[in-house]
């Protein structure tokens, strides 16, 4: 197909060989050919010209990690071991959940833990010692809106408890975007009502799809605990409660910028100190 013949016979003349412009033979004849001419391929530093060729891709890729590095400096300071107080606020940790899910149990169950007495009932903030200069104070969050905002402005952590025998409800989407707006503390998920499981399979397959669109809504790698059936006392068992507090015990919760420009007070008991007489006296 290729083949030219000539027009008053039938000879064949041969077509002259094209080498190729491009491709890895077409580099290494044009490097010999630059060092037959005495071209320096290389500068003073060792480097190939074309390493000093602008990239805009890597120009960007640059700017991005320095902004990066310059987002992570911005961190709000952090306190001082030596002005640190003798005795530290407590930790504020906001158990939230819908109503039935168990958060009041899950509080039950872990002042238990602490302390080896017996909470019947959660009426407000309840605060233990969890080490030498370690206290823990836990606030149940209340269903209603205003509750959840309140909650949000001083939680130092966070435990969402979820009914793993149903889901994700509506309660605990509008509070991550609460907290989302309030600085977003640390956030640990609970599951719990797991014992309605009879199927190990079924169970195994619902911890992995909650667990997936957790972290999807919270972060990649965010710890969440299963409790399973209660067991003695209506308590969970002691072993997932251990586990539990083990973490609550050593978390680490660094200052946040909307916490420091919004301060806080919160209040564990109001009590009217007014001298009876006074109050007999005048009612108004």
Known sequence: MGDVFNSKGLDKIAKAHRKSTAGRKAEK????DKKKRG???HDGTGNSAKTH???????????????ERAQRRLHAPRVEAAVVDASPPPLVVVVQGPHGVGCSTIIQSLVK??????LKDVAGPVTVVAGKKRRITFIECPDDLPGMIDAAKVADLVLLAVDGSFGFEMETFEFLNILQTHGFPKVMGVMTHLDGFKD???LKKTKKRLKQRFWSEVYDGAKLFY?????AGDRYPRREVLNLARFISVAKTRPLSWRLAHPYVVADRIEDVTDPAL?????T
């Not at 833990?113 to 017996?118: E, I, K, P, S, V």
């Open 39 to 41: 071209i320096d391929l």
């Open 200 to 202: 190990s399979k079924r």
């Open 113 to 118: 833990h602490y302390t080896r007495h017996t």
């Open 279 to 283: 109050v007999a006296a005048d009612p």
């Open 29 to 32: 004849r044009k490097v010999a």
């Open 53 to 67: 060729e602008f990239s805009t891709r890597k120009a960007k890729a640059r700017a991005h990690r320095a902004s």
């Open 227 to 231: 409790l399973s059936g209660l067991g």
